[in-house]
Structures are given as C-alpha cells and as structure tokens.
C-alpha cells in the first residue's frame, strides 16, 4: 500500500510539474523539460539504490550529470564564449533602438526597421511577440489597455508590422492614440536612438532622420514610435545645449 502511495504521488507531481512546463514561453520550454528529465533520474537512482537495486557507481553519475545541467547557468555567465554558444541566434550586430513601457519592450532593428518585443509583466511574462499567436496578443492587448496606454500604443505598432493586413483593432476596444508619457530620462532617449553615451549632436540628428523615414505615419509607419522618436532627439539636442 505505501508504495502505491508513493507511485501515485509521484505521478500527480510530474503531470503538475508537466502542465507547469507548458504554460511557460516556448522559448523556455526546452529547458524545463530537461530539468524535469534530469531531476526524475535523479529521484529514481536515489530510489533504487536506497533499495539496492542500483549500483552506487550509476548514482553517483546521475549525481554528477545533474550537477553538471544545475550550474550550466552560472559557467555561462562566467565565461563569455560559452553565452555565445548557448545562444539559439547570433547576436544581433546592426544598430537597434529600445522603447520600453511598464508591461513592454520594444526593439527596432535600423537596417531591416523590424520590431522584436518582450513582455516583461502581465499574463505573458518573459514571453517574445513572436512566439505569440494572433488570439494571445489580442488577450494582452485587451490587458495593455486595461492597465498602461504606453505599452497599448507600442503593442498597437507591432501588431501593425504583424499583420499588414489589418489588426481588428475593435476587438478590443478603444485603440486611439495617445501622446507618449514625457518623462523621459536620457538613458531611455539614448536607447530610443540607438546611440551610446558618447553620441555627438550630429550622431542624435543623423539617427533619428535615419528613423523616422522608416517609421514616420506619412511612409506607413506608427504615431506613437514616431512620437517618442521626435521626444528623444529633442531632450537629447535641449540637454547638449543646456
């Protein structure tokens, strides 16, 4: 009876560890699953060789593979070649802007003027744009403009890039435009650009020429990113008179 018990619970535990794996972003998936497969070994070599069913020689590799898959993470961030190789994509190498909200952020790729975003809080968080289907963006769209304007206006010039067909924007609600919050600090106009800390006065006005012809309303572009574009290079041009 104790073990059907203890089989039985081990069961329910990995369907819930299984269902928790699931409603993580795809993107982490992959990992989940290994840390699940790894951490069952683990358990039944401590399992059977507490009942001497296994050689002790077996758990201490199970022991030490999971060991190994546990401080993967901290020898990636301590040797930069190996953060390289555990990328599944290369590091971008053009110039990129970053606009971020309370619930967003935002990148826009300077040569091929794409938009990458990641939910950074709400009901997908840690999830890329990308990996979201249409319905899912329609639900944090819906919870973008329940909660923040900024990331409803920045998510709205996403899913406009998307889909060049048309984002039912009356599926949720009221979609007008709204100004961009005017607290802007100059770390935040300086990613807006694209510059780094030591951009002169013609790097501020050659990148948001640069910009706005990508993304400017008239070319087919979006208000709200145009906007914050305009409010970087003017905070940025005012402080270097300043």
């Not at 819906?142 to 409803?152: G, L, R, T």
């Not at 030591?198 to 990113?225: C, E, M």
Request: with cysteine.
């Amino acid at each position: 009876m104790p073990r059907i018990v203890l089989l039985l619970a081990i069961v329910i535990a990995l369907v819930l560890l299984v269902r928790r794996i699931q409603s993580m972003p795809p993107h982490k998936r992959r990992g989940g699953y290994v840390q699940l497969i790894l951490g069952a070994a683990a358990l039944a070599a401590i399992v059977l060789t507490a009942m001497g069913k296994m050689h002790w020689v077996g758990a201490a590799l199970t022991g030490l593979l999971v060991a190994a898959r546990q401080s993967l993470p901290i020898l990636i961030r301590a040797f930069p070649l190996l953060q390289q190789w555990s990328r599944k994509t290369p590091p971008p190498t053009g110039q990129h802007s970053e606009v971020k909200t309370n619930l967003l952020r935002m990148t826009l790729d300077h040569s091929s003027g794409e938009l990458q975003g990641e939910v950074l809080n709400g009901p997908f968080t840690d999830w890329t744009l990308a990996e979201m289907t249409r319905e899912q963006l329609q639900t944090l769209l819906s919870y973008c403009q329940e909660q923040d304007a900024d990331s409803e206006q920045l998510l709205l010039s996403y899913l406009e890039q998307r889909f060049p067909d048309g984002w039912q924007q009356g599926e949720a609600g009221d979609t007008s435009q709204h100004a961009p919050s005017s607290s802007m600090s100059r770390s935040e106009a300086l990613a807006v650009l694209g510059l780094g800390e030591d951009a002169t006065r013609d790097d501020i006005v050659s990148s948001h020429r640069s910009l706005i012809q990508k993304i400017h309303p008239d070319r087919g572009g979006n208000d709200y990113l145009a906007a914050k574009i305009n409010e970087a290079k003017d905070f940025l041009i005012k402080e270097s008179v300043s």
